[in-house]
């Protein structure tokens, strides 16, 4: 038997990782590939944590990790000719692009799949007929039931790891001293070890609130498989209450939205509802206008505008706030979805296309959601009631600092300069855009 390749994807750590287990009694070489077409849509901030985790993963291989550039379809077969690699192993890849990639791959080497980023692999969960499940809450019941495996025993000393002595090879892009820091398996399960000890237990009630800063912060970590939620399953099994109740429950939700677009890959760009390919939207300067001030954090409303400044400040935005301004967005300002979901992955940190597209549907109502009909999202009253003293705007939006308590939100006491009028008012457009969700249950 010769040499084999574990090929990196989604999967930058050695413990937990059952490609190392497949590999088990080899001579590995460790292999990324930088893939244009999933660097090129990636922003800044992601590429700069992808680059950390791949120096960190490096480190931990003992600088023996064989980073090369190229279409993987090419690049893939050429090393493992030149390096006389028997087989390549590889993580599952559910979503379009992987899977084509793959197909394509394993035409030219004996490519093995063993386990995936998730739990509970897509299309592993159906209804009593085999078909897929379209709404959250029964797949959660029968994601609970269907289990999962307990983590996978690897450490980098699961396999002989060889030089990468490689005409193809290239260095690792360099990367800012933050991502160095916060980046890879080890900043992984010391942020989720923080996070168990500090905010775990109150994760139900505290999740919501912005201000408090207490959520788990591990969806980038989860994004390049830093860790495998597997493991973070395991952690919490036998902790009682709430907290890790609701955390577990976020867990499923990434695997939902996974295993829907492995079965309709077609709605990373399109409504899972057709009906909705009917929306009517706003168009035309005015529409490129209020576009442009929702993207920069100028729409007079203090919560979207914190949000979204905090997404180009950080690479990332609380949960809550991602719903507020996508709703926002669609609901009051009448643009289309896929607008801000490929807004949302050129600036996210953890920006994963089928949570992030999925996301978006929810909120826009075209989605997998049961009752999607009714929900528009006030940007004021949202503020109040998950920002009730105003600390998450303030942080965000300097213009508001001396403005005290919820007040933030209301403005009542009139606007500060330099801080705009409202784009729109809310009230008409919540009308407007249950007009427009009306034409489409009639029609």
């Known amino acids: 038997m010769g040499p084999a390749i574990v090929w990196f994807r989604r999967d930058l750590r050695t413990g937990d990782l059952p490609t190392l287990s497949a590999a088990a009694g080899d001579e590995v070489l460790g292999l990324f590939v930088l893939d244009e077409a999933l660097l090129r849509p990636s922003g800044a901030a992601r590429r700069d944590f992808l680059y950390g985790s791949l120096a960190a993963l490096d480190e931990d291989l003992g600088g023996r990790l064989c980073v090369v550039r190229g279409d993987p379809r090419v690049v893939v077969p050429q090393v493992a000719r030149e390096f006389g690699a028997d087989t390549v ?3 599952a890849d559910f979503g379009p692009y992987g899977r084509d990639r793959d197909d394509a791959v394993a035409g030219e080497v004996d490519l093995v799949r063993t386990g995936s980023p998730y739990a509970v692999a897509p299309g592993r969960v159906t209804k009593a007929d085999g078909g897929p499940y379209r709404v959250f809450t029964p797949y959660f019941g ?7 495996r307990g983590p996978a025993e690897t450490s980098a000393r699961t396999v002989s790891w060889l030089d990468p002595a490689l005409s193809a090879r290239v260095p690792i892009p360099r990367t800012g001293p933050a991502s160095r820091e916060m980046a890879g398996e080890r900043a992984a399960l010391a942020r989720w070890a923080e996070f168990l000890d500090d905010d775990l237990a109150g994760y139900d009630a505290g999740r919501d609130r912005p201000d408090l800063d207490s959520t788990s912060r591990m969806s980038v970590y989860l ?3 830093c860790i495998h939620p597997r493991t973070m399953l395991a952690d919490l099994a036998g902790r009682p209450g709430t907290g890790p109740a609701a955390f577990r429950r976020q867990l499923a939700w990434r695997d939902f939205y996974a295993d829907v677009l492995h079965h309709r890959p077609e709605t990373a760009r399109r409504n899972y509802d ?3 390919d009917a929306m009517r939207y706003d168009s035309g300067p005015d529409a490129d206008s209020a576009w442009s001030a929702w993207c920069t954090g100028r729409t007079g409303y203090p919560i979207v505008d914190a949000g979204m400044r905090q997404l180009l400040a950080e690479g990332w935005m609380h949960n809550r706030v991602r719903m507020i301004v996508a709703s926002f967005l669609v609901k009051d300002l009448h643009l289309p979805w896929w607008r801000g979901a490929r807004y949302f992955m050129r600036h996210l ?7 992030n597209q999925h996301g978006w549907q929810w909120t826009a109502g075209s989605g997998t959601d049961a009752a999607p009909y009714f929900r528009v999202f006030n940007p004021i009253s949202q503020g109040k009631k998950f920002d009730p003293d105003g600390d998450y705007v303030r942080r965000w939006v300097p213009e508001l600092r001396g403005i005290a308590g919820v007040r933030v939100h209301t403005l009542e006491d009139g606007r500060p300069r330099g801080y705009p009028d409202p784009i729109v008012d809310h009230a008409v457009e919540r009308g407007e855009a249950l007009a427009r969700y009306g034409e489409l249950k009639r029609g």
């Open 349 to 355: 940190i953890d920006g994963d296309l089928a949570s």
């Open 142 to 148: 029968r994601w609970l039931d269907h289990g999962w």
């Open 223 to 225: 994004k390049y498989g």
């Open 89 to 91: 192993h590889v993580s």
């Open 274 to 276: 057709p009906r909705f």
